[in-house]
């Protein structure tokens, strides 16, 4: 089964992974690169990103997977997971500013409890 399949069907021995698996709904998959992997090939590692939503917000998994071939099936080896960098695109609220919601209370007392 391939990494990616394993998240969607939730096949996965780790529970916290598993948990995350079961709580997000999967939206898609992209190969970013492939090395190596081919017919003749023992190994191989398949970059990819699986987009998804969870608790409202959509986010994207990056990993760099190895894979190894076992009687002819390629097998998931191991993964490193690309943490991805959230760029802010407009000013931070302080917590003594106006609620951006639109309310009269400060950040602090309403949204950003």
Not at 8 to 21: F, N
Not at 58 to 82: I, P, S
């Amino acid at each position: 089964m391939c990494r990616y399949s394993a998240y969607v069907e939730h096949a996965i021995d780790y529970k916290s992974t598993r948990d995350w698996s079961e709580q997000s709904t999967w939206l898609g998959l992209k190969v970013v690169a492939v090395e190596k992997g081919g017919l003749a090939d023992s190994e191989g590692i398949v970059e990819f990103e699986a987009a998804y939503e969870r608790n409202g917000l959509k986010d994207v998994h990056r990993e760099r997977a190895k894979f190894k071939k076992d009687n002819g099936r390629w097998l998931y080896d191991e993964g490193h997971v690309t943490p991805l960098t959230i760029v802010r695109t407009g000013p931070k609220t302080g917590k003594n500013d106006p609620c951006p919601c639109g309310s009269v209370k400060k950040f602090k007392h309403c949204c950003g409890r």
